[in-house]
């Protein structure tokens, strides 16, 4: 199993603002994912990040909006930028392993006035 | 494509009553099926998995087994108790590059009432 830590657990940020969210994992994993999960509705996936290759981000997800850092096996960022209301959300990341299990952070719930 | 259709909710139930979510998906290989389940407040926590036809996933009293031919992954629970009170998510993963790639339900919320 894997335990995964994120910072910060919550915020309340002002629209055109940027917030970086951070996802420490306890033992080295090839991939991780970032996750969004708006109010009432099931997980999307924003991007798969690897480490030492940029991120691949799904449908939908652009990399200036929600640039992605991957600088070693067990740490990710996601920023949020330009903030507007509608980015407010839950963004969990998750690490999978080999025998196909995923594991989630606790989540960052974050407000945009 | 992959997708998950999950029952929707919310679902009330009595304390010891039978839980029943309904779970279906569709899937281009041979997917690992799961349910996770997001106490208030928290993260998602993997409640039980089964990774091949006519497994069946246990933990917590909960049950799912995976039917290839129905293609479903149904969640049931004999009693529920009020601290069952969460939303529940029907998931699966396939293979994707060195990892895999999990697509999920729109989650199922629970109350139990006492």
């Known amino acids: 199993s894997a335990v995964i830590s994120q910072k910060p657990s919550r915020d309340i940020c002002q629209r055109g603002t940027s917030l970086t969210i951070q996802c420490q994992v306890d033992?080295?994993?090839?991939?991780m994912f970032w996750y969004r999960q708006q109010p009432g509705q099931s997980l999307t996936l924003i991007a798969t990040a690897n480490q030492g290759s940029e991120a691949t981000y799904e449908s939908g997800f652009v990399i200036d909006k929600f640039p992605i850092s991957r600088p070693n096996l067990t740490f990710s960022t996601l920023t949020v930028s330009n903030m507007s209301p509608e980015d407010s959300s839950i963004y969990l990341c998750s690490v999978g392993d080999r025998v196909s299990e995923q594991y989630f952070g606790p989540g960052t719930r974050l407000t945009v006035t | 494509g992959n997708s998950v259709t999950q029952m929707e909710g919310p679902v009330t139930l009595s304390e010891e009553a039978f839980l029943t979510i309904n779970c279906t998906y569709t899937a281009t290989g041979y997917p690992s099926l799961f349910w996770y389940v997001q106490y208030p407040g928290e993260g998602l926590q993997l409640l039980l998995k089964?990774?091949?036809?006519?497994d069946k996933g246990s933990n917590k009293g909960f049950e799912a087994t995976y039917r290839k031919e129905t293609t479903s992954f149904h969640l049931e629970k004999g009693s529920v108790q009020v601290s069952d009170s969460a939303v529940y998510f029907c998931?699966?993963?396939?293979?994707?590059?060195?990892?895999?790639?999990?697509?999920f339900g729109t989650g199922t919320s629970l109350t139990v009432i006492p």
């Open positions: 033992s080295q994993v090839t991939m």
């Open positions: 998931a699966l993963s396939e293979s994707k590059g060195a990892g895999n790639q999990f697509y």
């Open positions: 089964a990774t091949k036809a006519d």
